[in-house]
């Protein structure tokens, strides 16, 4: 089922990879209100690495991107270039969740737990 959650083809129509990086970039590149809770955008960008890390690895060893602000960065690294994955989103989207899993956000365990097998699967 990876296959389907990003093809290697740009106008497969089960390219999902665009809502991948969505979901990474709002747990760990967007700012979070304060008393907010990122459990669910936590669990949600480490399911979406669970479930297509092959193709998003591949997507960002390749700089995949995307036309206009798609794949620009959340406000954290807006002085970053990025217009879709690449080597060094990638590296920062896994130490995020090394910092989840290491207890750097107030998530209950069964998030952290998430948080550390993702980090693990993006090597």
Do not use: C
């Amino acid at each position: 089922m990876t296959h389907l959650a990003g093809s290697e083809n740009e106008d497969d129509p089960f390219d999902f990879k665009l809502y991948a990086l969505w979901a990474l970039r709002d747990a760990f590149e967007t700012t979070h209100p304060e008393g907010s809770n990122p459990t669910t955008a936590i669990r949600l960008a480490a399911t979406w690495v669970g479930h297509a890390r092959s193709a998003l690895r591949l997507a960002s060893m390749l700089n995949q991107s995307f036309p206009d602000r798609m794949g620009a960065p959340g406000d954290k690294y807006a002085d970053r270039q990025w217009t879709g994955f690449s080597p060094e989103r990638w590296a920062i989207w896994r130490q995020a969740l090394q910092a989840v899993w290491q207890g750097q956000a107030d998530v209950d365990d069964a998030t952290k737990n998430m948080a550390s097998n993702a980090a693990d699967l993006m090597g």
